[in-house]
């Protein structure tokens, strides 16, 4: 007697000649079957990182090779944007995104720390060598994965602002400084703008007040400035639903560059003009923002726009 195939009758059995055919077929669709599961899940388990900030369990990180029409000339760099969700009950998704800037001799600066999934991991290494992590903002979403990021490249260099660590800078928060122990005992920890050793291909300019601090970080060879929480934007086209009740756009970010923390310039207006008078110095064009759009070519025009506020009086 015939052994019947699954899935098929007794009256649907060929000749013994066809049965080949019959079983190969079966075989390519179990293998396809079996073998596309397992890549999800594995991509799945890539994603999976418990975190305060949501989503909670899980989340994919993109990442784009940035590009702009201007070349630094006689320079070789590379220059990856990486993004991570961030949206906190009741808003749109602003992202959470972090730059990272690959030099000739393939060593590798990264401005932002996003959390340090497995997927997100291989994305760094595949770069080169990771020799130094800045973390730019006192704002807890930009230093929460900073520990544990720094803990899966032991050797680099982890740089926060001055006086980040001692609790003067930004909001206080308790255990900061034991979040951070780690990288303190490997002796990794150095502040910018204060200790020697800072990246060749980068320039900080540090913006510090109460509650509240953040540095501008210009990529030289991107002719390019990194920016936190200072500076936002909505695309239009990345973020069709984000206008709701028309709050992107009376926050003066929908679509433009916006000055999301205005109210923290207008309160230290002395400041904040030393502050940008250094940032307009440097010679940049383009802007790369941590949250929402990531990558605003020739912006430095809708920057300068978004902080014309503060031109009214003379510090």
């Known amino acids: 007697m015939n052994p019947r195939l699954p899935g098929t009758s007794q009256h649907a059995i060929r000749p013994r000649r066809t049965l080949p055919v019959v079983f190969f077929a079966c075989d390519w669709r179990m293998t396809s079957q079996i073998r596309a599961p397992a890549t999800a899940t594995a991509t799945a388990t890539a ?20 590009e702009f029409a ?22 749109p998704d602003i992202g ?16 932002g720390a996003l959390a340090p999934t497995d997927e997100h991991m291989e994305q760094l290494r595949s770069l080169g060598e990771l020799t130094d992590i800045v973390v730019n903002s006192s704002s807890p979403e ?34 900061r ?20 050793g800072f990246p060749a291909c980068l320039t900080p300019v540090v913006f510090s007040v109460k509650f509240f601090a953040e ?3 210009e990529i030289k060879p991107a002719k390019a400035i990194v920016l936190s929480d200072l500076a936002l934007k909505l695309d239009r086209d990345d973020y069709p639903d984000a206008n709701r009740f028309g709050l992107a756009e009376k926050a003066g970010i929908w679509g433009k560059v916006g000055a999301i923390t205005r109210v923290v310039l207008e309160e230290n207006p002395i400041e904040a003009r030393r502050f940008l008078r250094s940032v307009s110095e440097l010679p940049y064009r383009h802007l790369l923002l941590s949250h929402a759009t990531a990558v605003v070519p020739d912006g430095r025009d809708e920057l ?3 902080f014309s506020f503060l031109d009214s009086e003379e510090a």
Do not use: M
Not at 53 to 62: G, N, V
Not at 75 to 86: A, E, G, I, K, M
Not at 181 to 196: F, H, L, M, P, W
């Open 47 to 66: 994603r999976k990182y418990l975190s305060l900030l949501p989503p909670h369990f899980s989340r994919t990180t993109k990442t784009k090779q940035v």
């Open 70 to 91: 201007h070349e630094a000339q006689g320079t070789s760099y590379d220059l990856v944007s990486f993004s991570q969700p961030l949206q906190p009950l009741g808003t």
């Open 96 to 111: 959470l995104n972090a730059f990272a800037v690959r030099n000739d001799d393939d060593s590798v600066a990264l401005i």
């Open 142 to 175: 930009h230093w929460l994965y900073a520990p544990a990021l720094a803990d899966r490249f032991p050797e680099a260099t982890l740089w926060v602002l001055p006086g980040f660590l001692d609790g003067s800078t930004g909001v206080p928060i308790p255990g």
């Open 177 to 196: 400084r034991w979040l951070f122990g780690n990288a303190r005992r490997r002796g990794v920890v150095k502040e910018i703008g204060v200790d020697e």
């Open 215 to 217: 540095a501008a970080i």
């Open 304 to 306: 300068e726009q978004a």
